[in-house]
């Protein structure tokens, strides 16, 4: 069975979708790690702000924002709308 | 207050090493945490001081110092910024990193936001990492109570092996406890035994390889152990900042 999962940039506000891969290595990858960016682990997009770009995350009951060239890392599955 | 030219990097890291303890009876107690869990509160609330409290992440970007006395022994309480992380993305972390790493204080007391414990307890491992003595603040109690979350003071004590003291800062709450925490880790009366993260067997196997080698050349201070485990890390930065910081000892009294 062959899933393809989309860049969490492209995900719509209010929706929901679990992480499944991240695509960075070395320091970034820490980053991401450091912030609960970890596989399995569920994100909803709050909002974005006025310009499209960071975008709100709430992720293990905190909200943190990335910028589209993170969240573009960050291989998700959406789940909900 | 912002970053001005002094409380950056350089003149600022060379400051945090200049703390020199007047006497034995002297304690040094380092404040770390994530941003915005309350560390300049307890700051305040601990030593009297006025250090600037707000409600937005990275307002403390140097770290600030007071005094308090409980019993018969001083402390030297330092408010370091607030980090995510001990691998640092900036200056601000790096300067908290700094302190915990080779500031050697005698305790380390890690606040955490008791509302979104889950990303705290990131920081609280990888502090644990490298030293023993520390003391798990959980803050913003009432916060927590708001959102109906309960927190297990006593669980967590047991599964971490540090003294787990709850806190409600702003109405000082609970910081009767946290003194004598600090005191009885500092007088050895409460030895914290955190348990250790065991990683998979080839990076175990690679420590063991390491740390006998790495042991003779760092001063008794730094864990080897996690040095060894920063080099399998590949990170040079710290490396660097280690044979900086020796090379500090002899430089700083004209800082």
Redesign the interface.
Known sequence: MEEIYIPLNKVNVGQTCIIKELKVTG?QR??LL???FIKDTQVKVIRKSPLGDPTAYLI???LVALRKEEASNVLVEIISD | MGLTCKSCKRKAILDIYNIVKANPNQMLVALAGNPNTGKSTIFNELTGLKQHTGNWPGKTVTNARGYFKNKDKEFILVDLPGTYSLFPNSVEEEVARDFICFGNPDVTVIVVDATCLERNLNLVLQILEITDNAILCVNLLDEAKRKKIQVDLDRLSVELGIPVVGTIARDKKGLKNLKDAIYDVCVKKIIPQPKKITYPKEIEDELQKLIPMITPLITNKINPRWIALRMLDGDIKILERISQNSYCKGACNHG
Request: proline share 0%; charged share 65%; hydrophobic share 10%.
């Open positions: 320091k820490r980053r450091d912030l609960g293990r009951k905190s």
